[in-house]
């Protein structure tokens, strides 16, 4: 590995650690507030577990289909490639989907981000990630535009490389979503 | 390379489903084992997914390992921070004395407050 990727490896993995601040803070807000629902809904009136399970499932999905696109990359193995990235893509815009349907859904209640503190907490931390979702789905765009014009070249390889850790993180973040947000309220 | 993926992956699932299925049936130890298996889940994808810890495999060396740390050093420092606050505040605002029980043990009257 040359100077030059190292340090974008490195760049990435410090905006990585940063963006885990900003979660934090907004997973610690949602600790706080979660039962701060004034005469609105609470959790369990407008969670469907079920429903944020195959959230889960398809978003953990993608991130072992953006792996997989690494493996392919890495032996130059095109077709496996852009299965496993398109596969990506398609999984993730459906996880994507979902989430603006239980949104759109608990506007159209009436249950807005404006109804309560656990909501307005709820919809910044559960939407901060999914504008982060948002943001890859971008960057995958970009990314089957640079490989069709130029093929699986070195530097495309590496971007799947550095696409694919931004896209786990994500997951990671999930994970604690999923844990924090939908199932412990619930208990 | 494939192998670690499929092995992250199928154990990422088993405890998505522990943490679905088990929960809401434990009672008390229902939130220590959540935590437990996001925890688990956590290193599982770190280890299998973004192969940390593995020298050679990703270039990863000491430098991202004092990232992660740093990271885990300040998320500790903010969740913990504020949800002890946060609880400490709750905890004080339930005990804090209205005026009226101070008026009642004649710590203060009505006429001598400054207004």
Not at chain 1, 119 to 139: D, E, Q
Not at chain 2, 39 to 54: D, T
Request: aromatic share 14%.
């Amino acid at each position: 590995m040359d100077k030059h990727t190292d340090h974008a490896h490195l760049g990435l993995w410090t905006y990585l650690m940063s963006d885990c601040v900003l979660f934090a803070s907004l997973f610690a807000a949602y600790a706080v507030l979660y039962t701060a629902t004034a005469g609105g809904p609470a959790p369990a009136d407008i969670f469907h577990p079920r429903f944020v399970l195959a959230e889960t499932l398809i978003l953990l999905t993608s991130s072992f289909a953006s792996g997989l696109a690494v493996v392919f990359a890495g032996r130059q193995h095109r077709l496996g490639t852009w299965v496993a990235l398109l596969a990506t893509f398609a999984l993730g815009a459906t996880f994507l989907g979902l989430e603006l349907h239980e949104f759109s859904g608990l506007v159209a209640q009436g249950y807005g981000w404006q109804r309560s503190a656990f909501l307005s907490s709820f919809f910044t931390l559960v939407g901060t990630h999914g504008l982060h979702i948002f943001t890859g789905l971008l960057w995958l765009g970009a990314l089957f535009l640079y490989m069709a014009v130029r093929g699986l070249t070195p530097q495309a390889v590496r971007r799947i490389g550095y696409f694919s850790l931004f896209w786990h993180f994500l997951d990671i973040i999930w994970i604690f979503i999923f844990t924090i947000v939908y199932l412990i309220p619930l208990l | 390379m494939i192998r670690a993926y499929t092995i992250g992956f199928v154990l990422s699932i088993l405890l998505t489903l522990v943490s679905f299925l088990l929960a809401p049936n434990l009672g008390f130890f229902a939130i220590p084992l959540l935590v437990a298996a996001a925890l688990l889940q956590l290193f599982v994808q770190l280890r299998f997914f973004l192969h940390i810890g593995q020298r050679g495999v990703d270039g990863v060396s000491g430098s991202y390992t004092l990232l992660l740390t740093l990271a885990a050093v300040i998320i500790g420092i903010l969740v913990g921070g504020t949800l002890w606050i946060m609880a400490n505040l709750q905890r004080s605002h339930m005990h804090m004395p209205t005026l009226q029980d101070l008026y009642a043990h004649g710590v203060m009257a009505p006429q001598n407050e400054l207004h």
